[in-house]
């Protein structure tokens, strides 16, 4: 009898040591990609390439939008020679000064016409860097709005891109919950597409409250997150733990 006590107390010591694990709370969540994007023409052009399709991978730098730059180009070399007969202008009017054969206002005006020259073809320069809309980030192409050989219009959206190897996921959870959420706090998302369990941990707590839902928004960053996609509906499980 004396060895079975001694058992019993043993394990209602271990017992009470353990923390005490409460209910698991879930709560709804969304797969987002932390960079996603339409990009637009900056130019009134012709669309000559689309080299990337829906679901294409690209990398960083890659051409995602050509447009016809003929114009632009010749605009360029046309201010390019302008800026050279102001640099020449400059130049003599500089000699005839030291020669004083003109005044220093001639000279003014002069470096004030190259100045002016070397603005217009900066601006001429960035209009042709401007027909190649290249990727700013590694991703996907998700759509795209535009067809080859049709002019748009500036500001027109072309194209929408989405980095997928960088997601995290949104959880709106009640804002009651506020008193044990921590971040770094570890949570698993079961996702409704596929059924898989990803594990994950709190990012980031908003700092805000929905005042008319009285919910939370909170941000989880993936161990691992390859088989996701953005788009994504899940189930979040966070489990609060309390100590005794």
């Known amino acids: 009898m004396t060895r079975i006590r001694g ?10 040591a353990m923390p005490a694990h409460a209910e698991e709370h ?5 797969i987002k990609a932390l960079d996603r994007a339409v ?3 900056e130019l009134a052009a012709r669309v000559t390439s689309l080299p990337k399709r829906p679901g294409e991978s ?23 020679a302008e800026n050279n007969a102001a640099k020449i202008k400059l130049d003599n009017a500089r000699q005839l000064n030291e020669l004083r054969s003109i005044g220093s206002l001639d000279v003014a005006l002069a470096q004030s016409e190259y100045a002016q020259t070397q603005a217009e073809l900066r601006i001429a320069r960035i209009n042709t860097q401007r027909c190649q809309i290249t ?16 002019n748009i219009r500036q500001q027109q959206e072309l194209i929408e891109i989405v980095a997928d190897q960088r997601l995290e996921a949104e959880v709106v959870v009640p804002a009651t919950w506020l008193s044990w959420l921590r971040p770094s706090m570890p949570l698993t998302l079961q996702i409704d597409e596929t059924g898989d369990r990803v594990e994950a941990t709190i990012a980031a707590i908003s700092p805000a409250i929905d005042p008319v839902s009285q919910t939370l928004l909170l941000r989880a960053r993936f161990a691992q997150s390859s088989e996701l996609m953005p788009g994504m509906s899940a189930t979040a499980y966070i489990g609060q733990t309390d100590t005794q």
């Open 7 to 16: 058992k019993a107390l043993l394990l209602s010591a271990l017992l009470l």
């Open 26 to 30: 879930k709560a709804r969540a969304v």
């Open 39 to 41: 990009l637009s023409g």
């Open 58 to 80: 690209f990398k960083r730098g890659e051409l995602l939008v050509g447009l016809d730059c003929d114009l632009y180009e010749a605009q360029a070399s046309k201010v390019a």
């Open 135 to 150: 990727a700013p980030y590694d991703g996907k192409v998700v759509t795209l709005l535009v067809n080859q050989h049709e």
